[in-house]
T-cell receptor, first 114, second 113 residues
Framework: DAGVTQSPTHLIKTRGQQVTLRCSPKSGHDTVSWYQQALGQGPQFIFQYYEEEERQRGNFPDRFSGHQFPNYSSELNVNALLLGDSALYLC?????????????FGEGSRLTVL | DAKTTQPPSMDCAEGRAANLPCNHSTISGNEYVYWYRQIHSQGPQYIIHGLKNNETNEMASLIITEDRKSSTLILPHATLRDTAVYYCIVRVLQVGSQGNLIFGKGTKLSVKP
């Protein structure tokens, strides 16, 4: 049973560019969340997708956007990259409405902005 | 969600019990205590959660004080592979809840031979 998979694992971009990160949730999961983790910090919630809609959003600017596809996979897009966007981007999945609330995380995509 | 306070780091000898404390003095009646850990270069991993009763699973035990203002995660026989950052999180759990977690900086546990 494949867990949460993310791609790419590492990438380097320059300021002003745009990036797309991809996530496939754990089998049977229908809800995907994205987190940003700066070096030495805990993960910070970006947003959550369910039924192809953004359901909740953390304190991130509109440069951060996402999408969820009918097969529940998801993309995170970041426009006009800043140096401060350098971080590990984590995807997490769960089953909507399932009471335990346990999230399963992927291993992340490490973005470096030069 | 209530705020949590954890020591920034702890050491533990291999084979001994690791006891990781967490203070959550402002926790409300409908908030659960969750523990996740993050091994270097990996995503966070769920460990255990509880409301007010002590909980145990194959990974760890969770002890919550009677007033629910603090808790302790216990790894009964720590191994080198338990070296990680451990996060204590409190959140409301309900059907349809949004599922986002608020992480602090956690406790970096170093298990030493």
């Amino acid at each position: 049973d494949a867990g949460v998979t993310q791609s790419p694992t590492h990438l380097i971009k320059t300021r002003g560019q745009q990036v797309t990160l991809r996530c496939s949730p754990k089998s049977g999961h229908d809800t995907v969340s994205w987190y940003q983790q700066a070096l030495g910090q805990g993960p910070q919630f970006i947003f959550q997708y369910y039924e192809e809609e953004e359901r909740q959003r953390g304190n991130f600017p509109d440069r951060f956007s996402g999408h969820q596809f009918p097969n529940y996979s998801s993309e995170l897009n970041v426009n006009a990259l800043l140096l401060g966007d350098s971080a590990l981007y984590l995807c997490a999945s769960r089953v909507q409405g399932f009471r335990t609330g346990e999230l399963f995380f992927g291993e992340g995509s490490r973005l470096t902005v030069l | 969600d209530a705020k949590t306070t954890q020591p920034p780091s702890m050491d533990c000898a291999e084979g001994r019990a690791a006891n990781l404390p967490c203070n959550h003095s402002t926790i409300s009646g409908n908030e659960y205590v969750y523990w996740y850990r993050q091994i270097h270069s990996q995503g966070p991993q769920y460990i255990i959660h509880g409301l007010k009763n002590n909980e145990t699973n194959e990974m760890a035990s969770l002890i919550i004080t009677e007033d629910r203002k603090s808790s302790t995660l216990i790894l009964p026989h720590a191994t080198l592979r338990d070296t990680a950052v451990y996060y204590c999180i409190v959140r409301v759990l309900q059907v349809g809840s949004q599922g986002n977690l608020i992480f602090g900086k956690g406790t970096k546990l170093s298990v030493k031979p």
